[in-house]
Each structure stands twice: as C-alpha cells, then as structure tokens.
C-alpha cells in the first residue's frame, strides 16, 4: 500500500509539472546587427564594453504578474547582444535561439586563478526563494541517490551524482581539488554516519545545490553565446591573424577562442 500510495503521489507531481503551451505572438523586428569594438576583447564582459550580459539575466517575455523569472546562471556565463537583445524581454515573445558557437574570453591573462568560493549567506538566500516545484523536483533528485533509503546520501553516491551533473575530478585537477573540499567540508559539519562515513541529510543536500560550491571554475574566464554572424566575423580576425602571425590586439593579455559545444573551431 505504501508503495502505492508513492506512485500516485509521484504521478500527481508530474500531473502538476505539465504545462501546456501557449500560442504566443512572436516577432522579429529590431535584429539589425550589434557591432562592438575588437579592442573591447580586452574588457570584462558587459553591456556597456560589447553587449556581453549576463545569462543569469535572461528570462523569457512574461505578464507583470507571472511569478517566472531568471534562472541562477553562474557569473561568467553570458549572452551577446546580437544573439539575444537584453530588451527583447521586456518587450514581446520571441523565438528562444539555438546556441551554436561560444567565444571562451580571458581579458586579462594574469588575472586568471581559481575563483573563491560563495559565501554561506548567498546559498541560504536561494534555499528561501526556492518555489515550491524546485523544491519538489530537488527532493527526487535526492530520493533517487538515496538508494539505501537511508534519508541520507553517502560519499560515494555523491561522487555519482557529481560525475552525472559533468564534474571530471579524474580530468580535471581544478574539479578534484573542489570536489575535496567539499567532502571536508561536510565532514567538519559533522554531516558523517556512525561509522565516520559521509551521511548528507535531505536539508543539507538542499543547500549544497543552491550555493554550487563544486562549480568552482576560474576567475577571468567567460563564456559568451554568439549569434553566428559574430563568430564568422571574429572567426575571420582570428585566420588574419594566424596568416600574419600577428596578436589580436597588439599590447594586450587576451586569449580566445571559438567553440561549437564541445569542438574548438579556433
């Protein structure tokens, strides 16, 4: 019965989860090219420098009183101007577009280093503005690394989950280092069973996805979604200058190159 009683509770989640599309009028006016200065390259990512914002300020165009806002994207993630205008969601509906290439952007070569991690406050603010859907669907994601049903999930089930959300530690010594801190951390919290194994509560595990502390990545790196006429624009400054062994901006620490998912095109 008891089990019923789960499966019935879990298809009415899924019930309530199911939104129906809505036939929206969308447009295409004000796409005319956004242009920024080459030299900006060398600039941290902006509005005001190339257009460069930032992600976790996209948000579909809503009514005043819909409760749908912007999703927490970490702070160097972005998206050009000319992909997608900051205003357009203020405005009307439009078509969401397809993210082909990313400018992977240093400014500043010296300034690269691993970036520290969230203070405890900011993740404690997300957990009290979690909507009740985030939290519901947070909980299965819990229930379902629990696999003793313990009501709390050991270190190896982490590191599962962990390897499941993209995280190398075997790859990658950044994501280890974090992933180890992390581990110790909860340890000093005391969060272990009786054996001194980790034991990570459904509350803890709560906060540990809102604050993000194991994507770490680095200080002075960004990522910025380009429309594809600014990469074949930017594709051909990065071939000129490869052809006359040149620097892209004389002078400068920048670094770049130009990703389609996965693949380095340059």
């Known amino acids: 019965e008891q089990e019923q009683e789960q499966e019935q509770e879990q298809e009415q989640e899924?019930?309530?989860?199911?939104?129906?599309?809505r036939r929206e009028k969308y447009v295409r006016d004000e796409e005319a090219p956004h242009t920024w200065p080459l030299s900006k390259l060398a600039v941290r990512p902006s509005e005001g420098a190339q257009g460069f914002w930032d992600l976790s300020e996209f948000t579909v165009h809503r009514a005043f009183m819909e409760k749908r806002g912007p999703l927490g994207w970490p702070s160097h993630l972005h998206l050009s101007s000319d992909h997608t205008h900051p205003r357009?969601?203020?405005?009307?509906?439009?078509?969401?577009?397809?993210?082909?290439?990313?400018?992977?952007?240093?400014p500043d070569a010296q300034e690269l280093?691993?970036?520290?991690?969230?203070?405890?406050?900011?993740?404690?603010?997300?957990?009290a503005a979690m909507a009740d859907g985030q939290r519901k669907?947070?909980?299965?994601?819990?229930?379902?690394?629990?696999k003793h049903s313990a009501s709390a999930i050991g270190e190896a089930e982490l590191v599962h989950?962990?390897?499941?959300?993209?995280?190398?530690?075997d790859d990658d010594a950044q994501e280890a280092s974090a992933m180890l801190e992390l581990f110790n951390g909860l340890r000093r919290m005391s969060f272990t069973s009786m054996?001194?194994?980790?034991?990570?509560?459904?509350?803890?595990?709560?906060?540990?996805?809102?604050?993000?502390?194991?994507l770490r990545g680095e200080s002075g790196r960004h990522w910025v979604a380009l429309s594809l006429r600014e990469a074949e624009?930017?594709?051909?400054?990065?071939?000129?200058c490869m052809d006359y062994n040149r620097p892209v901006l004389p002078g400068k620490r920048v670094?770049?190159?130009?990703?389609?998912?996965e693949m380095l095109l340059d």
């Open 14 to 21: 899924q019930e309530e989860e199911v939104e129906e599309p």
């Open 88 to 106: 357009w969601r203020f405005q009307s509906h439009r078509r969401l577009k397809n993210v082909i290439v990313t400018l992977e952007l240093v």
């Open 113 to 127: 280093g691993p970036a520290p991690p969230p203070p405890p406050s900011a993740a404690q603010g997300v957990v």
């Open 137 to 146: 669907r947070l909980a299965r994601v819990f229930e379902m690394y629990d």
């Open 161 to 169: 989950m962990l390897r499941d959300m993209g995280l190398s530690p």
């Open 195 to 214: 054996g001194g194994d980790l034991a990570v509560p459904a509350h803890e595990f709560l906060r540990l996805m809102a604050s993000k502390s194991f």
């Open 233 to 240: 624009s930017l594709r051909g400054v990065l071939h000129l």
């Open 255 to 261: 670094a770049l190159a130009l990703r389609a998912q």
